[in-house]
C-alpha cells in the first residue's frame, strides 16, 4: 500500500508511522477533507498491526449497521466482544454515526471500555467535530486525545504527487500533463481517478499519453459531467422540471411547490445517485431522520400521486437520453 508524502501530510504520516501502541493511551483523530489520504493512511495502520489480537478495523456506517443487526438479532453480547475488547479500534468516517442517538450511545461506552483497558482508539473525521452532529459526550472524548490535521495539497504538490504515481505506474506522459492535473484537481484521490479514465481513454483511442489527447479527454469530461446523476446535477434538473431555483429547493420555503420540489429532489438523488441519507442531509443542510422521512413520503407518492410520477419519471427519463447520447 503506497503512500506519498508532502508537507500537507507530514504530521499525520509521522504520527501513524512511528506509532507504537504500548505509548499511546488518548485517541488519536486524523482529520482532513476528502480524498487527502485519510482512509489510506488509517489502513495502514491496520495492516502494520492485524495479525495481533484485538485489532479490529471498520467504518462508522459498518459499525452502525453492524449495531442495528446485533440489536435485532438480539446477540449485542458478541457485537461488544468484538468492538469493546479491542487493543486497536479503528474508525473510519466517523461523522457517519452524527445523528445516530443509539449507535451515538453505543460507540461511547466502546470508546470508556477501551480506554479503562489502556487499549487506543484512532479514527478520522472531514473536519474537527461539530458537537451539533456527533453530540457533546462523543465530541469531547475525540477532541481530548491528540488532533493530527491533513491539508489539503497545494498545487506544486499535486503535481509532484503525478509524478510520483506515473513512476510507480512505469507511464510515460506528456510533460505538461501533471501541472494541468495539479490545477485541475482538489487532491490525490481526483488525481488518481483522472489519470486512470485519461489512460482509459488514451487506450481506446490507441494513442499515446499526449498533451494533445489530454486536451481532447478533458473536453469529453466536460461534456460528461453535465449529464451525469450526481446529486448537483439532479437538483440542476429537478429545478428546471419544475421551474423552481434549485436555491429555494435547498432552502427554507414551506410553500407547497417547493415543498414537492424539494421531495422530488431528495428521492431523485437517493434514487438515481445511491448516497446516503447522512450525505443528502448534508446537500440540504438537513438531519439524516428528515431525509428518510421524505423518502418515505415519496415512495407513498410514487404509488399514488400522478404529478410526482410524471416529474420522477421525467427526471429519470433526462438522464437515461443522456446516457444514450453518450454511447451513440
Known amino acids: 500500500m503506497n503512500w506519498f508524502t508532502c508537507d500537507s501530510n507530514i504530521q499525520a504520516t509521522d504520527t501513524i508511522h512511528g506509532l507504537q501502541l504500548h505509548d499511546r493511551k488518548k485517541p488519536i483523530l486524523i482529520y482532513g477533507p476528502a480524498g487527502v489520504g485519510k482512509t489510506t493512511l488509517l489502513r495502514r495502520l491496520y495492516f502494520k498491526y492485524k495479525k495481533r489480537n484485538g485489532v479490529v478495523w471498520t467504518t ?108 510507480r505506474r512505469k507511464l510515460v506522459l506528456d510533460e505538461k500533463i501533471p501541472e494541468e492535473l495539479g490545477c485541475l484537481c482538489r487532491n490525490f484521490k481526483e488525481v488518481v481517478q483522472k489519470l486512470e479514465r485519461f489512460i482509459q481513454f488514451a487506450e481506446a483511442e490507441n494513442e499515446a499519453l499526449s498533451y494533445a489527447g ?65 450525505e443528502i442531509g448534508k446537500i440540504f443542510h438537513r438531519n439524516h431522520s428528515s431525509m428518510i422521512l421524505l423518502c418515505r413520503q415519496a415512495k407513498e407518492m410514487r404509488q399514488k400521486n400522478q404529478w410526482f410520477q410524471e416529474n420522477l419519471i421525467k427526471i429519470d427519463q433526462w438522464f437515461r437520453e443522456r446516457k444514450q447520447e453518450n454511447y451513440s
Open 60 to 167: 462508522a456506517d459498518h459499525f452502525a449497521r453492524s449495531f442495528a443487526a446485533a440489536v435485532h438479532k438480539r446477540n449485542l453480547e458478541e457485537f461488544r466482544r468484538t468492538y469493546r475488547t479491542a487493543n486497536l479500534l479503528i474508525i473510519d468516517d466517523l461523522q457517519n454515526i452524527g445523528g445516530k442517538r443509539a449507535t451515538t450511545e453505543e460507540l461511547i461506552h466502546t470508546y470508556e471500555q477501551i480506554t479503562q483497558k489502556e487499549g487506543l482508539i484512532v479514527v478520522s473525521i472531514p473536519a474537527l467535530p461539530d458537537r451539533k452532529i456527533l453530540g457533546q459526550k462523543l465530541s469531547s472524548f475525540v477532541l481530548g486525545g491528540e488532533t493530527i490535521p491533513i491539508y489539503a495539497p497545494v498545487r506544486s504538490e499535486m503535481t509532484q504527487f503525478v509524478g510520483y504515481y506515473t513512476a
Open 214 to 278: 489530454f486536451e481532447r479527454f478533458c473536453s469529453r469530461e466536460t461534456a460528461l459531467q453535465f449529464n451525469q446523476p450526481t446529486p448537483e446535477n439532479v437538483l440542476r434538473v429537478t429545478g428546471e422540471t419544475l421551474g423552481i431555483p434549485v436555491s429555494e429547493i435547498l432552502g427554507n420555503k414551506r410553500s407547497r411547490p417547493v415543498v414537492e420540489a424539494r421531495r422530488l429532489a431528495v428521492f431523485s438523488i437517493r434514487e438515481l445517485c445511491q448516497n446516503s441519507y447522512n
